[in-house]
């Protein structure tokens, strides 16, 4: 049972779990404190819904690793998995977008409300960048490095087009099985009508160059190794 529990722990240290964890648990405290101060659980509760969307693909990507480490080479086995993740991606960094909800409200100081959003944002946005790092690592493996770019490029593309569809056409990750036919004619009405759709590409452009970079950092930073200084 132990030998379990610390394989377990293993898998979720190495996958950083424990600070994803540990941000969203502030993000729902601070909520949970607004909701006191104030007396209104109703303000702001979106946030805490949208950080429960934004954790599915991370968990998905765990699946996918699950599976491929338990079955190496079997590809076929995290097609599921890998499929929900891309359906599911968008909602992580789309907490950045619930500024659109910041607005002076009484009782609360703006600052308060300020910090409130942000720490949900950067949980969105770090859970995005862990479960797309694990994602490209997984697809790497299979067919090689440049695919698996073309894979961690595409997804962050199709990341900031959900952005846009979800914050102002407020479609959802499920209705890509409910209403596909829908979303597709909608976002190609907006593509092949560019001088009319300015903002649908200035949006979905700019989250997508956020992404990218926040990306880039992030994999930089994981290859981050300081040398140490002795202690004397």
Known sequence: MLTIVAKIHRFLSDHLFYPLALSSLLAVGLYATRVVLARNWVVYFNLVWNLFLAWLPYLFSLWA??????????????????ALWLAFFPNAPYLLTDFFH?????????????????????????????????????????????LGWLFALSALGLAGLGLY?????????WDLLTSPKEILKETLWRALNPFQNLSFYGFTLMFTALLLVGYLVFISVQRLNLPRRRAF
């Open 165 to 173: 569809l979800g914050r102002f056409s407020r479609w959802n990750s």
């Open 102 to 146: 910041l607005t002076q409200r009484p009782s609360i100081p703006l600052w308060y409300d300020i910090g409130l959003i942000a720490t949900f944002a950067w949980s969105g946005f770090f859970l995005a960048l862990v479960s797309l790092r694990m994602m490209h690592l997984v697809v790497e493996g299979y067919v090689g490095v440049i």
């Open 65 to 82: 690793i699950a599976l491929e480490r338990q079955r190496p080479g079997r590809w076929w086995l995290i097609w599921l998995p890998a």
